[in-house]
């Protein structure tokens, strides 16, 4: 995370924690300037990554992980912090009518940018919005 000005982060312990991070995403984005529709999907995708974090997590008795969120002046950058390893992510536009796995496609659809890292034991995963008409160079 270099070149940016640290919000916040919190440990993700039980599922209180992860209302406190879908309220901080919300605070954070609206303070930045997005819109309340913006500040509405932001919280809304924040949450679908925390539950995914957290349902893993907690079958694999890895709790807590970690929620970074990093503002610079034109975009919001979101980082949901886990032990595990690395996962694919596929922005499909088809509809997915199994009784889950639609978090991710969601996700992809809500931020502009969305990736995943390796390092050591741990994956990091980047959710990246813009404001209106502005473009993320970083990664």
Same mark, same amino acid.
């Given at each position: ?11 993700? +312990?039980? =599922? ?8 901080? +995403?919300?605070?954070?984005? %609206? @303070?930045? @300037? #997005? %819109?309340?529709? =913006?500040? /509405?999907? $932001?919280?809304?995708? +924040? ?15 890895? $709790? ?6 990093? !503002?610079?002046?034109?975009? /919001?950058?979101?980082?949901?912090? *886990? ?9 499909? =536009? @088809? ?7 639609? @978090? /991710? *496609? ?18 990091? #995963? ?11 160079? !970083?990664?």
């Amino acid at each position: 995370m270099k070149n940016g000005t640290m919000i916040k982060n919190i440990s993700v +312990t039980k =599922d209180a924690d992860i209302v406190k991070a879908m309220e901080i +995403t919300e605070r954070i984005a %609206s @303070g930045m @300037g #997005f %819109s309340s529709r =913006d500040c /509405l999907f $932001l919280r809304l995708a +924040t949450e679908e990554a925390c539950t995914n974090a957290y349902e893993y997590c907690q079958k694999t008795n890895q $709790l807590p992980f970690k929620v970074f969120w990093k !503002g610079e002046r034109q975009h /919001l950058i979101i980082v949901v912090k *886990q032990r595990g390893k690395k996962f694919a992510i596929k922005r499909e =536009d @088809g509809v997915n009518r199994g009784s889950r796995g639609r @978090g /991710l *496609q969601l996700i992809a659809h809500i931020v502009d940018h969305v990736y995943v890292k390796q390092r050591g034991n741990y994956v990091l #995963f980047y959710m990246c919005k813009c404001k209106k008409n502005e473009r993320w160079l !970083g990664e």
